[in-house]
């Protein structure tokens, strides 16, 4: 039997026009449609494909406003069993190192778990550092990059892959897994898991329940601080080269210009 909490992320949709508040130049939630990353999608199909080879239970743990709801019930309407929803005020603007303390907080409210499966890298932040900060402070194993998973007992084994290749590992459990964007195809909520999602636990809890100090996370205390932005600028013409015969020699002045060559 494996328990598996499931981290899932609602970031602003990329099809949207994705931008920063003009007040704290955090990630204006508000002006994109929200939903629930891609890549923790793949993280919840990897979960449910593990407690059906077996027995277990899924639970949906996620860090977020209100609206983060929606991504939530994403996931329990695919089969996830229930649901962790860390919702404060005071969260806003937190950096990876508190949502990491935020999320190690949040797993101790959960009974017993085997298994953490997240995605390797969010759509918005894309820090990619989540996953081992959380296996640190939880004391466990890191497997990361995953792109297959298999759980034999108490052992879980992953074939990683990153830029220098696939690499065999294997750890005893409880540990943290990230999934990447080969690990599966996630499957489509049916009209029976859709309905069936609004009657599945979701508890919400504020910092002050995980016993987290409200001034430890949020902008405050965020160790990087983003002092000023801008929007991107629109894209230009490109220089148009007329070939009279000597077409190659103008496309290397330009490059010796832009000084590419």
């Known amino acids: 039997m494996t328990n598996i909490v499931v981290l899932v ?36 199909e990897e979960a449910l494909k593990i407690k059906e080879a ?7 743990l996620s860090v977020g406003p209100d609206r983060a709801t929606d991504a939530i019930r994403k996931a329990l309407s695919m089969g996830a069993d229930k649901a962790i929803h860390v919702s404060d005020e005071s969260l806003h603007g937190s950096d990876m190192v508190a949502t990491a303390k935020v999320i190690a ?9 085997d298994l953490v499966i997240a995605g390797n890298e969010a759509s918005d932040g894309r820090g990619g550092a989540i996953p081992a900060m959380l296996a640190e402070l939880l004391g466990v194993p890191q497997l990361t990059h995953a792109r297959q998973v298999t759980v034999e007992g108490t052992s879980i084994k992953v074939d990683r892959e990153t830029e220098d290749g696939i690499t065999h ?7 943290v897994v990230s999934v990447t964007e080969k690990i599966n195809e996630p ?5 029976k898991g859709i309905m069936a999602a609004k009657k599945k636990p979701v508890e919400t809890l504020t910092v002050a329940d995980l016993g987290v100090d409200a001034g430890e996370v ?44």
Do not use: C
């Open 105 to 113: 907080a949040a797993l101790g409210k959960v009974d017993s778990y």
């Open 169 to 175: 590992v294997e750890a005893s459990l409880p540990a």
């Open 187 to 191: 499957r489509y909520p049916s009209f």
């Open 218 to 261: 949020g902008l405050g205390s965020a160790w990087s601080t983003v002092l000023e932005a801008s929007p991107k600028p629109p894209r230009t013409a490109g220089q148009r080269v007329e070939d009279e015969g000597d077409g190659g020699s103008k496309v290397a002045e330009y490059l010796v210009g832009q000084k590419l060559i």
């Open 9 to 44: 992320k609602q970031v602003p949709d990329t099809y949207s026009e994705r931008k920063l508040s003009d007040s704290d130049h955090t990630l204006d939630r508000e002006s994109a449609d929200a939903v629930i990353d891609e890549i923790n999608e793949r993280s919840v």
């Open 54 to 60: 077996g027995e277990g239970e899924v639970t949906v």
